[in-house]
T-cell receptor, first 113, second 112 residues
Framework: TQLLEQSPQFLSIQEGENLTVYCNSS?????LQWYRQEPGEGPVLLVT?????EVKKLKRLTFQFGDARKDSSLHITAAQPGDTGLYLC?????????????FGKGTHLIIQP | DVKVTQSSRYLVKRTGEKVFLECVQD?????MFWYRQDPGLGLRLIYF???????EKGDIPEGYSVSREKKERFSLILESASTNQTSMYLC???????????FGSGTRLTVV
């Protein structure tokens, strides 16, 4: 079974601070996806990283895929209260994704005004 | 705007009842999935389908079955609901899972 470990599990910081969330595995994934989920809603896709060493930016969010394709990170610059939510990383299984993603347990992020 | 629609946001059912959770997508996606989400356990895959009338077991299929008679509709069935099936159920679809899933808003099921 491929496992994804996310850290930290909970993070509460002040508006304007920077933060990094980590997603680690002992397994190689063909790609990793990051989702954000708000209470009472389904996860919403933020980004997919495919190539080892790849870096993608989405406004103040920077996503990186490790060179060995076993880990990924999400860095938020100048966090805002609207960034509050549950952040999930998910790895594509060996079937190319058609047989489901493996999800980490998530990072609960709270940005206080 | 593409959508995955789950028929109910909240459901309360009694132990032993047969429960149907419906999911419809309007994106003509081949692949559809059912997950449950529980605190401390994350999202776990129950069943998935890569084509009409095709179904595959995920990581936790016990106590569940599925039906996919049409491409756009994927139903999750709890044959005899139990209290340990109280959970948030999430349906998702994808044309190619490598590039992301679209999730529904979820059904919060309580079995009493």
């Amino acid at each position: 079974t491929q496992l994804l470990e996310q850290s930290p599990q909970f993070l509460s910081i002040q508006e304007g601070e920077n933060l990094t969330v980590y997603c680690n595995s002992s397994s190689v994934f063909s790609s990793l996806q990051w989702y954000r989920q708000e209470p009472g809603e389904g996860p919403v896709l933020l980004v997919t990283v495919v190539t080892g060493g790849e870096v993608k930016k989405l406004k103040r969010l920077t996503f990186q895929f490790g060179d060995a394709r076993k880990d990924s990170s999400l860095h938020i610059t100048a966090a805002q209260p609207g960034d509050t939510g549950l952040y999930l990383c998910a790895g594509v299984r060996s079937g190319g994704g058609a047989d489901g993603l493996t999800f980490g347990k998530g990072t609960h992020l709270i940005i206080q005004p | 705007d593409v959508k995955v629609t789950q028929s109910s946001r909240y459901l309360v059912k009694r132990t032993g009842e047969k429960v149907f959770l419906e999911c419809v997508q309007d994106m003509d996606h081949e692949n559809m999935f059912w997950y449950r989400q529980d605190p401390g356990l994350g999202l776990r895959l129950i069943y998935f389908s890569y084509d009409v009338k095709m179904k595959e077991k995920g990581d936790i299929p016990e106590g569940y079955s599925v039906s996919r008679e049409k491409k756009e509709r994927f139903s999750l069935i709890l044959e005899s609901a139990s209290t340990n099936q109280t959970s948030m159920y999430l349906c998702a679809s994808s044309p190619d899972g490598r590039y992301g899933y679209t999730f529904g808003s979820g059904t919060r099921l309580t079995v009493v």
